[in-house]
Structures are given as C-alpha cells and as structure tokens.
C-alpha cells in the first residue's frame, strides 16, 4: 500500500499565526503593565484578553488536530481558506489597524480621529469575525471530508451474459 504524503501546511501556519498573536498579546500585557503602574491600577486582564486566550487555544487545538490527521487530509484548498482567513483576522487587520491609528492622528483633529476609530474598530468587527467563523467552518468540513471513505467505481453496465459476443445489434 502506497503511503500518503503529509500535509502539514495547516500546523505550519497556525503556528506561525499562534506565535505571532501570543507575541502580540505579551506586547499588550507589558505596555498594559507599564501604564498601570504609572497611573492608576488598570486590570490587565478582561474580558477582551479572556476572549483572546480562549481563541488562541482554539487555534491550538486545530493545529494539533491538524498534525493528528496529517496523512488524511485530502482538501487542501479548505486548509489554507482556514489557515489564510485566520492570519487576515488575527494578524493583518490589527496590523492594518493599529498603523492606522497611527497615522490617523496626523490628519484628523481630536474629534474626528475619535470618529474614525470608532468606525475603524466597527469595521474590524464585521470583517474580522465573519472570516474567524468562515475559517472554521472550513477547518470542519475539511476535518468531515478528511474521513470519508473514497468509494470504489461502481460498474453500471449490467453484465450481457455468457452469449453477449455473439449477438448482433
């Protein structure tokens, strides 16, 4: 029996979206830290970085799940739809955003910076959200077609019998 070759794209690339998530919420939790320690006591953790964590476990579960099934996987477009989808959620748009924020400022005067951030993070939410469930809808009908059984070819010309050559049609 020939062996399947593996494909790890889906561990490789939730990888590298975990680590670079997990180094941006450890740049969050230190720049959190350094203000609260010079103003008042701000708590680091809320409902906001909770949420974070559980995601980020999620997406270690896929990968784990992923490298379990590497030999399986027969859908590797709905892998990297999964994989690409989640890197533009979790990376590139806080990326996109936060440069923004930056140079928004040098443009806009208080309150239309206020403005814009809020319709900043408004369309954050409705982008970013929709391609984290796309993402793993994918990941589940990928992880569901990765089980089926591929069905043998079904002959569906019924058998002439033992004189079929020598008839005449």
Known sequence: MEKRKAYTWGVW???IIVFIRLLLLLILFNSVNKISSYHA???AINIF???EIVLLIVVVIEAMVYFVFRYRIQTGPLVLLHVWSLFFAMFLMPAISLLLVMILPIYFNRSEFTYALIN???IRFYLGWP???AAHIAFAIALVKSFKTKQAAVNTEEPGG???EFTTD
């Open 41 to 43: 006591k701000i708590p």
């Open 120 to 122: 900043l993070n408004k």
């Open 13 to 15: 690339g939730l990888g």
């Open 131 to 133: 391609l984290i469930l």
């Open 49 to 51: 970085s909770l949420l």
């Open 162 to 164: 033992i004189l079929e």
